[in-house]
């Protein structure tokens, strides 16, 4: 049981490209999120799926695009990176979005 | 507009010093209050989960309480493998919004 994994750890990209961070998780969770971390502002949320082939919007959804094709998997794909986009990236889910969510240990990602 | 405000930003506390956190909270269809824990590189992990006004947890040195517009975060004799920044988050509809946190740190 791994519990929710990302991938990759750390990620460099200069502005322009394109890329996807993935996120897995393997307790059957069906709500699952992604949240940018930056120094000062706490958490906030990109994206959020409540189930497979259900997504919505957060509070800071430009500039990133996120599919639910299965319950186990949740991408987020950046259309074209930008260095305010320099953040650190946590995936997380929970079994029904009212109790805890189990988060990744998080991505890096530096846009240069 | 949803917010959440935690206070201090940072806190010294010798091994040993009791200490409260504060998160203030401005929302409508509040569906839960959690509190989590962070270490340096790592994820959020879950500590607390609380519901409604009245309500208390308490994990080891930790005790989680809650009102109608704040929680506290208790800590009881902190030892130094407390140290971490601690977050607040609230739940409306599906999704959290997290204060900035707390950065505690604990000398022996």
């Known amino acids: 049981n791994a519990g929710v994994t990302q991938t990759p750890k750390f990620q460099v990209l200069k502005t322009g490209q394109s890329m996807t961070l993935q996120c897995a998780q393997d307790?059957?969770?069906?709500?699952m999120s992604w949240y940018r971390q930056d120094p000062g502002m706490g958490l906030r949320l990109i994206h959020y799926s409540v189930g497979a082939g259900i997504t919505d919007q957060g509070e800071v959804p430009n500039g990133y695009n996120v599919s639910r094709s299965t319950t186990e998997d949740f991408p987020l794909r950046l259309l074209s990176a930008a260095p305010s986009q320099t953040s650190v990236y946590f995936c997380?889910?929970?079994?029904?979005?009212?109790?805890?969510?189990?988060f990744g240990s998080g991505t890096r990602l530096t846009v240069v | 507009e949803d917010q959440v405000t935690q206070s201090p930003e940072a806190l010294r506390l010798q091994e040993g010093e009791s200490s409260s956190l504060n998160c203030s909270y401005t929302?409508?269809?509040?569906?839960?209050l959690f509190w989590y824990r962070q270490d340096p590189g790592k994820g959020p992990e879950f500590l607390f989960t609380l519901y409604s006004a009245g309500e208390e947890k308490e994990k080891e040195r930790l005790k989680a309480t809650l009102t109608k517009k704040e929680s506290f975060l208790h800590i009881t004799a902190p030892k130094p493998e407390d140290s971490a920044t601690y977050l607040c988050?609230?739940?409306?509809?599906?999704?959290?919004?997290f204060g900035a946190g707390t950065t505690v740190t604990v000398r022996a």
């Open positions: 988050a609230v739940q409306v509809d599906y999704k959290l919004s």
């Open positions: 997380a889910s929970s079994p029904t979005g009212g109790n805890g969510y189990t």
């Open positions: 929302v409508s269809g509040l569906r839960g």
């Open positions: 307790m059957n969770h069906e709500y």
